[in-house]
Every structure is written in structure tokens, then in C-alpha cells.
């Protein structure tokens, strides 16, 4: 595996079901994001965490629970989603946290859906 | 006032044009500019990388910062089928780890 790898790539849930997006980066990085896209929109900035400790919880809801368990690996584990939760999660991975070497490099996706 | 403003067009071009895109973005603050490439179903990738003013050239594709006007441009030149993807401005400030996207532009090449 290369780059930043996400699964699973589709999930359906319903409101009340628990379930989890994970992440792994195989790049080395020491920062991780995750984020939410919805459809004509910007990319919204969920949460931030740098060699493993979280730096940036952007308001998020609190139906929506990060855990990095090191700098490869990130979860974002859901429960009591609503249908507005349905989107595009994306992760992404950069070398540092800010700086020149801040390049984020993103995984491809799972796409949500809350019925 | 959105922080980055980008038309989402959708922009459908033939085969061989050239390929015009822009954003605005209104704090000043911002160093880093950046544009993505997101086919469908993937993730955004990184296709061009500019700090501070000026021209980047990579292959068919010029990046353009105006920090005077807070206006970056893409052009993709001699634009080919495998060009048609969403493209999204994203720019940060210089220690600052937090992106601002724009909201992408749809980019259909047709053979």
C-alpha cells in the first residue's frame, strides 16, 4: 500500500447504528486531518491531530469521535448520525503541521450515507 | 464574505483549449497557495505548489499568485480528456495548518 488508504470506501448507515472510517497513511507523516466535502462546497476541517495528540477540534459535533492511535493511523468513529452527516470524509497526511512542509496528501474517500 | 471564492463553474472546453481558472481570497494573511486536482471518486492530489507571489510552471500547467489583487489563477494548456476533474484552490498562511478551500470548479475536456 502507497499513500494515504481509507476504509471502507462506501458505508450506509442508519441513525441509530455505530460505525467507524479508518485511515492509514504509509508516507511517514506526522500530522493527520480528517475532513468533510459536501457536494458544492468547501472542504470543511474536522480535526487535526499531530504525532497522535489532537491539536484542532473544529466544533464538530460531538456524534463524531476521533481517535489516533499513532502518527499511522486515524479513526473517525460515528454514532447517532443524521442525514445532513451524509458526504465525502476524506483523511489526509502531511510531513509537518504547518510550514513549507505542510502539503497534505489525501486519501480517496468514504462516502456516507445516513438514511 | 467567503474567505476563498471560487466559481464552480461547471466549464466544459474542447479538446486542445486552454484552461482558465481562479480564485479570490480575501485574508491577506495567506502564504501558501495551492491548487488540487479531484477526479470522481477519488481523493483531492496536489497538483500545483506556490509560495508567495508569482508564476509556477509545470508541464501544461501555470499557477499564477497576484497578491496584490488576492487572485490566483490555473491554466492548463493544450488541455487533454484526462484533464476533466473538479479542481480546488486551497491556500493557508505561512504557520498556519489549517486550509482554506475553495469550493472547486467542474472541468469537462471533450474529445
Known sequence: ETGVTQTPRHLVMGMTNKKSLKCEQHLGHNAMYWYKQSAKKPLELMFVYNFKEQTENNSVPSRFSPECPNSSHLFLHLHTLQPEDSALYLCASSQELAGVRNEQFFGPGTRLTVL | ?111
Open chain 2, 1 to 111: 464574505q467567503k474567505e476563498v471564492e471560487q466559481d464552480p463553474g461547471p466549464l466544459s472546453v474542447p479538446e486542445g483549449a486552454i484552461v482558465s481558472l481562479n480564485c479570490t481570497y480575501s485574508n491577506s494573511a495567506f502564504q501558501y497557495f495551492m491548487w488540487y486536482r479531484q477526479y470522481s471518486r477519488k481523493g483531492p492530489e496536489l497538483l500545483m505548489y506556490t509560495y508567495s507571489s508569482g508564476n509556477k510552471e509545470d508541464g501544461r500547467f501555470t499557477a499564477q499568485v497576484d497578491k496584490s489583487s488576492k487572485y490566483i489563477s490555473l491554466f492548463i494548456r493544450d488541455s487533454q480528456p484526462s484533464d476533466s476533474a473538479t479542481y480546488l484552490c486551497a491556500m493557508s498562511g505561512r504557520n498556519d495548518y489549517k486550509l482554506s478551500f475553495g469550493a472547486g470548479t467542474t472541468v469537462t475536456v471533450r474529445a
